[in-house]
């Protein structure tokens, strides 16, 4: 067997001449990583005429013969695609009631092809077409933390909260669907157009969602996958990414431990601010010296009535008010007015 693709063969040359079978199969254009190790597990593949149903078997390409459905495996040229998906048509390979797919866009001529990743089948926009299973599973894993942008547009006109709900995260039945970002683009009349960017792709997790904070989605397009923007192909259509793209989607996909770390730094100054904003104690970092407030001395007075007593009911004792600490002074109240003589007079005639 000959013509192993390159980044196989530099694998091959770091682990002793030998390859993982389902790393081999992707990398020769049989389809993603999991769809040959569906492969594999269903016996279609076979080494030196034994059939292999266990993952992680290494096999040596070039001394060793290896067949899938009893054809020998022969390794493709890599092609790469990007493709503008309308609505209706599936990313999937194998339809039971025959609906339109993404590749029969393309002539049969093109030889094996699968698209990188998926979109619902009422979504539209960019999603990548190739041959190259290895480069496909660093684009698609969540691993490898890809992200993607969507414009959406929406009934209503969300809210700043609950523009920060989607970011935050819900939990959903299939686990916990997030934003990595949301952007108010537009609004048209009682509707808006938002940017999304997610790295993980669950299924419609995007509709999901919407529909979980009272929003329904009225379109949903793709315009970014990684590196790559949409541009130059019109719906339905199709072209073959330059020689700059695909080096710059093979860069892309190898530096997603630089990108996992990165996020891993953004987590904690998210979760600082949510903490300064909600009024909670921040971290040491985000803290700052308070300036001193100028010590004041509180004044304290007895507050009499016109009886003679405090508020308290007990008998003031005015002599020991006046030598008590300094902090302590008499009221600046004016002392309550005398009874009128005729008053007093009336009040003796009822007591006798």
Same mark, same amino acid.
Request: glycine share 8%.
């Given at each position: 067997?000959?013509?192993?693709?390159?980044?196989?063969?530099?694998?091959?040359?770091?682990?002793?001449?030998?390859?993982?079978?389902?790393?081999?199969? =992707?990398?020769?254009?049989?389809?993603?990583? @999991?769809?040959? !190790?569906?492969?594999?597990?269903?016996?279609? %593949?076979?080494? #030196? /005429?034994?059939?292999?149903?266990?993952?992680?078997?290494?096999?040596?390409?070039?001394?060793?013969?290896?067949?899938?459905?009893?054809?020998?495996?022969?390794?493709?040229?890599?092609?790469?695609?990007?493709?503008?998906?309308?609505?209706?048509?599936?990313?999937?390979?194998?339809?039971?009631?025959?609906?339109?797919?993404?590749?029969?866009?393309?002539?049969?001529? =093109?030889?094996?092809?699968?698209?990188?990743? @998926?979109?619902? !089948?009422?979504?539209?926009?960019?999603?990548? %077409?190739?041959? #190259? /299973?290895?480069?496909?599973?660093?684009?698609?894993?969540?691993?490898?933390?890809?992200?993607?942008?969507?414009?959406?547009?929406?009934?209503?006109?969300?809210?700043?909260?609950?523009?920060?709900?989607?970011?935050?995260?819900?939990?959903?039945?299939?686990?916990?669907?997030?934003?990595?970002?949301?952007?108010?683009?537009?609004?048209?009349?009682?509707?808006?157009?938002?940017?999304?960017?997610?790295?993980?792709? @669950?299924?419609? !997790?995007?509709?999901?969602?919407?529909?979980? %904070?009272?929003?329904?989605?009225?379109?949903?397009?793709?315009?970014?996958?990684?590196?790559?923007?949409?541009?130059?192909?019109?719906?339905?259509?199709?072209?073959?990414?330059?020689?700059?793209?695909?080096?710059?989607?093979?860069?892309?996909?190898?530096?997603?431990?630089?990108?996992?770390?990165?996020?891993?730094?953004?987590?904690?100054?998210?979760?600082?601010?949510?903490?300064?904003?909600?009024?909670?104690?921040?971290?040491?970092?985000?803290?700052?010296?308070?300036?001193?407030?100028?010590?004041?001395?509180?004044?304290?007075?007895?507050?009499?009535?016109?009886?003679?007593?405090?508020?308290?009911?007990?008998?003031?004792?005015?002599?020991?008010?006046?030598?008590?600490?300094?902090?302590?002074?008499?009221?600046?109240?004016?002392?309550?007015?005398?009874?009128?003589?005729?008053?007093?007079?009336?009040?003796?005639?009822?007591?006798?």
């Amino acid at each position: 067997m000959t013509g192993l693709p390159e980044m196989a063969q530099s694998d091959k040359e770091s682990s002793g001449g030998l390859v993982r079978l389902q790393v081999l199969l =992707a990398r020769c254009g049989l389809g993603s990583r @999991r769809h040959c !190790e569906e492969l594999i597990r269903d016996g279609r %593949v076979s080494v #030196d /005429g034994e059939p292999v149903t266990e993952q992680g078997q290494r096999v040596d390409p070039d001394r060793q013969r290896v067949e899938v459905d009893f054809e020998p495996l022969r390794p493709d040229r890599h092609a790469y695609y990007m493709v503008n998906k309308p609505k209706g048509v599936l990313c999937t390979n194998a339809d039971p009631d025959g609906r339109k797919r993404v590749i029969d866009l393309f002539p049969a001529s =093109a030889g094996r092809l699968f698209p990188i990743g @998926r979109l619902d !089948e009422n979504s539209l926009g960019l999603i990548l %077409v190739t041959n #190259d /299973g290895e480069l496909s599973h660093r684009l698609a894993h969540p691993k490898f933390r890809v992200p993607k942008v969507y414009h959406v547009h929406v009934a209503g006109v969300p809210n700043p909260e609950t523009l920060k709900k989607l970011q935050d995260g819900m939990y959903f039945s299939d686990g916990r669907f997030k934003a990595d970002r949301v952007k108010k683009l537009k609004t048209r009349g009682k509707s808006t157009i938002l940017e999304m960017t997610l790295s993980e792709g @669950r299924n419609r !997790e995007i509709r999901r969602l919407l529909a979980r %904070v009272g929003h329904k989605v009225m379109k949903l397009e793709r315009v970014q996958f990684g590196p790559l923007k949409l541009r130059g192909v019109a719906a339905g259509q199709y072209r073959a990414l330059t020689s700059a793209e695909i080096k710059l989607l093979h860069d892309y996909s190898s530096g997603w431990k630089d990108r996992a770390a990165q996020q891993r730094k953004k987590k904690p100054q998210a979760a600082q601010k949510r903490e300064t904003n909600s009024g909670e104690t921040p971290t040491p970092a985000a803290r700052h010296k308070p300036v001193s407030a100028p010590k004041r001395i509180v004044e304290i007075s007895p507050l009499a009535t016109s009886s003679g007593h405090d508020l308290t009911g007990r008998t003031r004792n005015t002599s020991r008010a006046k030598s008590t600490h300094p902090a302590i002074v008499q009221s600046s109240r004016p002392s309550p007015a005398k009874p009128h003589p005729r008053k007093k007079a009336a009040r003796k005639k009822r007591k006798n």
